[in-house]
């Protein structure tokens, strides 16, 4: 996997700083929604999911909260690590019972300064 | 548990050619759904298999087909490339579908000359 697109939004945070993603999701009948990281080479790493029935759910390290009200969806990342360089996209899926497609955000490249 | 794998990793073809990607689910996943990345365009979903069956499709013509087989193995298909085709293809595999956790491959990168 490669960093998407020349024109990425960019987040640059210390090491050991909490780091919050945003993005913003386009059908408002999407029902479930996924956050992925993909690291320089590899294909995209499942991070954390939420269905529209929640607000929020918790992981480790990582929490992602819903608001379906402004169609916004945040990824924060506890404590960042280098590790955690990469390109975070989120993506939604509307009626996965009834043969939903998947769509993608842009992405957001996270850069951890040590 | 051995990963998704995907060959080749590496893909040069001429316009006008046809391609054929394979991809190796998770032992035990009968889904396997596949995708495109671009620069320009991102990440844009192909179509998703589940037990030999095509489930869901995105919005990409006809000459991108997909098969599944009975051990779950996927195979992709472009017809007539054209230089826009060139692409990382990404597969994942999953035990119930794409609204449930995905496993991703390196993917093959595609260069159409």
């Known amino acids: 996997g490669e960093n998407v697109g020349l024109h990425l939004p960019t987040l640059s945070v210390q090491e050991g700083d909490n780091s919050i993603i945003n993005c913003a999701y386009s059908?408002?009948?999407?029902?479930?929604f996924i956050w992925y990281k993909q690291e320089s080479g590899k294909g995209p790493q499942f991070i954390i999911d939420?269905?529209?029935?929640?607000d929020k759910r918790q992981g480790q390290r990582v929490t992602v909260l819903l608001n379906k009200t402004v169609k916004h969806l945040s990824l924060q990342i506890a404590a960042t690590q280098p590790g955690d360089s990469a390109v975070y996209f989120c993506?939604?899926?509307?009626?996965?019972?009834?043969?939903?497609?998947?769509?993608f955000g842009q992405g957001t490249e996270l850069s951890v300064k040590p | 548990k051995a990963g998704v794998t995907q060959t080749p990793r590496y893909l040069i073809k001429t316009r006008g050619q046809q391609v054929t990607l394979s991809c190796s689910p998770i032992?035990?996943?009968?889904?396997v759904s596949w995708y495109q990345q671009t620069p320009g365009q991102g990440l844009q979903f192909l179509f998703e298999?589940?037990?030999?069956?095509?489930?869901n499709k995105g919005n990409f013509p006809g000459r991108f087909s997909g098969r599944q087989f009975s051990n779950s193995r996927s195979e992709m298909n472009v017809s007539t490339l054209e230089l826009g085709d060139s692409a990382l293809y990404l597969c994942?595999?999953?035990?119930?579908?794409?609204?449930?956790?995905?496993?991703f491959g390196p993917g093959t990168r595609l260069t159409v000359t």
């Open positions: 994942a595999s999953s035990l119930e579908g794409i609204a449930y956790e995905q496993y």
């Open positions: 059908n408002s009948a999407s029902d479930y």
């Open positions: 939420i269905r529209s029935n929640m």
């Open positions: 993506a939604e899926i509307g009626g996965y019972n009834q043969g939903g497609k998947l769509i």
């Open positions: 032992s035990g996943h009968r889904s």
């Open positions: 298999y589940f037990s030999e069956t095509q489930r």
